[in-house]
């Protein structure tokens, strides 16, 4: 090769198509870095979004809420318990299963201050809400309504499942004095206590979450003593859902013939 052959060689820098000209080359370099980034970023987001998955369909601890409806009833057990009949739904937002062991409810009356607390003793579906029996002049008693119970058990939530279901709350000491005597405000604190799994260990216990009571305020417009000690319940509305009781409401919510039963009773 003559010299300047050579020279027009080596001063010889490639076209702009050449793949092997520094400038290209450096391009190139940058193109693929930047590729690489980009996949790395993406298959970064694929697994966060998977390991999110994986928490959100089977690993994340049970998340129990508790709803009460805003109608509740009181009865009474004889003369030796004070019941009331909470209808209770139980969401669990939770991928695993939880459990409720027991629920304990404290009610204060407002008129006076006093406090009892209740267990949840029974389960019970719509006939416990039928009317007491007719009274008999004859014989001065009351026809018998059975109103069947199920001893309560702990209630299983599955994973994203739900409960719902009446529960009656007994009282734990003595009836007397009565707690309801007569309408007022009453207050409602439920206390579950929840039992979950910690298969995860430590993790589970960093992740634990605390089941808050549920208090609801209620109303008892009407009370009338004679109808709940022959089987009757009287009807407590969420406060919620209006001031107090004024006459017309405690004529539409007094039982149709609750005077006459008292009446023919006496007789």
């Known amino acids: 090769m003559t010299p300047d052959r050579q020279a027009r060689s080596d001063a010889y820098k490639g076209g702009p198509l050449d793949p092997n000209t520094p400038d290209n080359v450096a391009r190139d370099t940058a193109a693929h870095a930047m590729s690489n980034w980009i996949a790395a970023f993406v298959s970064l987001i694929a ?8 928490w959100e369909t ?26 009331f009949a909470l209808p209770i739904t139980i969401a669990n937002q939770g991928a695993r299963d939880g459990a409720v062991l027991s629920l304990d409810l404290r009610v204060k009356a407002n008129s006076d201050g006093a406090e009892k607390a209740f267990y949840s003793a029974y389960t019970v579906d719509g006939s416990f809400f039928l009317p007491p029996g007719r009274y008999d002049p004859s014989n001065r008693s009351f026809e018998r309504v059975d109103k069947p119970k199920t001893p309560f058990a702990p209630i299983a939530v ?20 009565k707690l309801v005597s007569e309408k007022g405000t009453f207050e409602l604190t439920l206390e579950p206590r929840t039992h979950f799994e910690e298969s995860l260990g430590i993790v589970d216990r960093m992740l634990r979450r605390t089941v808050e009571p549920v208090k609801l305020v209620v109303r ?33 919510d007094a039982p149709a013939g609750a005077g006459d039963a008292k009446d023919g009773a006496a007789k």
Not at 158 to 177: E, I, V
């Open 158 to 177: 599955t994973g994203r499942g739900t409960y719902s279901g009446t529960l009656l709350f007994y009282n734990k000491g003595s009836a007397w004095p």
């Open 58 to 83: 089977s690993l994340k601890q049970p998340d129990l809420r508790f709803y009460v409806s805003p109608v509740v009833h009181y009865a009474r057990d004889g003369d030796q318990a004070e019941i």
């Open 220 to 252: 008892l417009p009407y009370f009338s003593d004679s109808e709940v000690k022959r089987g009757g319940t009287a009807r407590m509305i969420s406060a919620d859902w209006g001031g107090a009781p004024d006459e017309a409401d405690t004529a539409k």
């Open 47 to 54: 697994l966060v979004f998977s390991a999110f998955s994986l």
